[in-house]
């Protein structure tokens, strides 16, 4: 009669590792790009309610001045904004007077 030594011993063979750690390979290349697409997602949306508050709050600037701000900063100092929005992408914002009410206020990284 034959002993064999490991017998009793259980484990995942070299096959089943590799297996294991090719689906995991697969779903990680599926997730990344759609992960990074809704982070983009999310900063395009910051972004654009960040240009509607400012320019809701030229509008009230107008409404007691008559006349729009010259920037963004200056309505921060006017006390119209708490802080100067950035973009969350890092970009900055400008604001135009003599545009129309949807592109007034840009963005140097999403645009308007």
């Known amino acids: 009669m034959k002993k ?7 484990g995942f063979t070299l096959i089943e590792m590799l297996v294991v750690l090719f689906v995991i ?5 599926i997730a990344l790009p759609n992960l990074k697409n809704a982070g983009e997602a999310a900063q395009e949306k910051a ?3 960040n240009r509607k508050l ?5 509008d009230n600037y107008y409404l007691e001045f008559g006349n729009y ?3 963004v900063k200056k ?6 904004l708490r802080t100067v929005p950035t973009c969350p992408a890092k ?11 949807e592109k007034r206020v840009k963005c140097s990284v999403h645009g308007d």
């Open 47 to 49: 972004c654009k309610a």
């Open 69 to 71: 701000p010259s920037s």
């Open 4 to 10: 064999r030594l490991f017998q009793d011993e259980r």
């Open 91 to 101: 970009g900055t914002y400008r604001f135009q007077k003599n545009a129309p009410v």
């Open 25 to 29: 390979g697969v779903i990680i290349a």
């Open 75 to 80: 309505m921060k100092r006017r006390g119209y």
């Open 54 to 58: 400012i320019g809701s709050q030229a």
